[in-house]
């Protein structure tokens, strides 16, 4: 017939469009199996944080800065106060951390960090004090050898040393005989500092009594000419030679923490020597039931011993400004 | 005969998109119960090592503070993730039972059952009591209190 197709099975002529289906439900199965696959990352995703925490991120690089900084102006102070006079020191420390802040900066910002240290005239950027100190002995001085007495009231100590030359044997030996040195807080409580002699033996012990009541000694040998007993170094040494330093762990494990003591003697007789306190307060300022009007023999001396610099630290992370204390030891 | 035993196009076709879509859906539950198990477990590391960078920051904080002085100004930024594996997460600071200076950084998560806790311990400032949400923080030094405060940044 014209115009008639011939006819065709019906599996065969709908092939090719099948195909085309299938093809198509293929693509949007694979396109549907992206998208879940692109909106569930996107909703899990989560940030690496192993490469987001470091010393300069966290704040440890400014403690070692610092730290770095304050060894420094140690060294440098104490380089200024052994080779300057006492009216050049302060000018001179000054000049000196002036000429430390331009190095200091140059160095830290090639790394993309602000640091700086500055002294400000204004304030008080130096740390003066008072060296307490007694030559004739542990008793109370010019008020009739009273051997108990408060070497000073509601002070940092700042240095301590004490030459201990001789024990009393009329009072006896043991702990209940001893020389007896407190530093009294009455919120941490009490550190003690004991010289006796050994009852059994020639032996003299140094003790140290923490708060907590546990107790430390040192002993050494009988005194010849006397044992230098240093609390900032923590070591007793013979007076004779001078170069028998030994160090003594009772001593370093007094903790005095920058907190405020009252200083006082108990037995003072038991001991005869000599001491040499550093405090934190001007001579006006330390109460004391010693003398030093210039009758006693004890001293009450003014002393530079430490600095105030203020120091600067910036990075993308931390702000830090904090003032330093440069106090490494007590000068002359 | 052949043609009586052979399947409709129709069928045929039916058949394969059935078969095809039986296929994805196995898979997309298979894999959705993968991924929640991977979430999960994502999340929980990730609180963890939030946890540890914030003890840490603090503690830094907390060195930084142990001066003779007390700082001018201290702060710590720190850019945590807003989100753990899709999913928020609260931050409270709080005391512990261990000592004054000891503290407990406790961290939760909002879609997942995830506490995890980080000791910190701070001898040099007290740190103050909060909760916040995670994302960038600041550690503050606040010196009219003396404390280390944890805040949004």
Sequence with gaps: MAGMRPSRRAGAASTPDRGQLLLAGAFVVAVTLIALTLVLSASNYTATLSDQDDLVTRGGDAITVREAVEHDLERRFAYVMANYDDDEREDQFHWTVENMSTPIQERHSRHGRYVNVTQEPYGEPFIEGTRLSDDNGFERPNSLDDPNWTMATDVQVRNLTLVVTDVNDALGAGRENAFNLSFQNSERGNWTFRVYQDPSGPEIFYEVEAPSGYIQSCRRPDLTDGHKIDFRTGTITEIDDGTNLEPCPALTAIDLDRQHYNVTVTGGNAASGEYSLVVDEPPGNVDSTADFDGDSVADAEEILYGARVNYQYYSATVTYNATIEIAPEEFE | ?153
């Design chain 2, 1 to 153: 005969m052949m043609d009586d035993r052979a399947l409709s196009s129709a069928v045929t076709y039916a058949l394969t998109v059935v078969v095809a879509l039986s296929l994805t859906t196995g898979i997309v539950f298979g894999a959705e119960a993968l991924i929640d198990s991977q979430r999960e477990q994502t999340a929980r590391e990730q609180v963890e090592v939030v946890g540890e960078q914030l003890g840490k920051t603090l503690s830094t904080a907390g060195r930084l503070n142990a001066t003779d002085a007390e700082p001018e100004t201290l702060v710590v930024e720190r850019s945590f993730p807003d989100r753990v594996a899709g999913s928020q997460y609260r931050i409270l600071v709080a005391g512990s039972d261990a000592g004054p200076d000891r503290y407990v950084v406790y961290l939760e998560t909002v879609d997942f059952d995830i506490n995890v806790s980080v000791a910190v311990r701070l001898s040099t400032a007290d740190l103050r009591r909060t909760r916040v949400n995670g994302g960038r923080l600041r550690v503050r030094y606040h010196e009219p209190t003396r404390q280390l405060v944890v805040e949004h940044a």
